[in-house]
């Protein structure tokens, strides 16, 4: 396995990562911007995860480019994992210090009968409290079960504490939906620049250890 990364800029930096991450299983080519508009192409080989990828940076106000080749033939989970993991990876270094972020986001998204919450802080310590009755299935090829693993691959590699629920719904489309926007609004609220922040936004002076 080789991981490759740019070097994390500071806050007053333009906030971007290049990551290219490859195993045995994936290779992973991945580009991203905190301050863009939801640009980019996102081709995973699962359509569903690309069609989440695109609500992510939308919502998320992230320019995002993703290229993934992987083997798909034991199914998506190898795919979406590691994409999440370079993502998180991605979003650790474009973020570099913290200095000067919002740092805490919330956001509750209703998707017609789903609704989901996210409270985000980009605390230096990875976890992830997920709550969902997500029927048992697939969609686009994409297992449902998968949506716990995306969001706790991204949150170990960029250090966030996650706490997501889908509240309601009865649509696994429409719930899984629903919380890749609630997270992509509270991760665009945490990562905002505060113009009254002028340092780490912690008593602790770091949010990277």
């Known amino acids: 396995m080789t991981h490759r990364a740019q070097t994390p800029m500071s806050a007053a930096s333009p906030r971007l990562a290049q990551v290219d991450r490859r195993t045995a299983e994936t ?3 991945l580009g991203l911007s905190l301050d863009g508009s939801g640009a980019g192409t996102r081709a995973t080989g699962v359509g569903f995860l690309d069609h ?5 940076a939308r919502h998320g106000r992230l320019d995002l480019d993703v290229t993934i080749t992987g083997d798909l033939r034991t199914g998506a989970h190898h795919t979406t994992e590691d994409c999440g993991l370079a993502l998180g990876q991605a979003l650790d270094r474009a973020l ?7 740092r805490y986001g ?9 609704r989901a919450a996210c409270t985000l802080d980009v605390s230096g310590r990875p976890l992830v409290a997920f709550t969902a009755a997500l029927p048992r299935g697939k969609t686009g090829g994409f297992d449902h079960e998968l949506t716990e693993e995306f969001f706790r691959a991204v949150a170990s590699t960029a250090r966030l504490t996650v706490h997501l629920e889908v ?7 429409h719930m899984i939906e629903a919380a890749f926007k609630a997270f992509a609004r509270a991760l665009r609220a945490a990562v905002a620049l505060d113009p ?3 340092g780490v936004p912690s008593t602790k002076g770091t949010l990277t250890q």
């Open 167 to 173: 509240q309601a719904g009865t649509n696994a489309h």
């Open 96 to 102: 570099g210090d913290r200095a000067g972020i919002v």
């Open 196 to 198: 009254t922040e002028t």
């Open 106 to 114: 919330h956001a509750v998204v209703p998707m017609d009968e789903a």
């Open 52 to 56: 989440m990828l695109d609500l992510l």
């Open 27 to 29: 290779d992973v080519h």
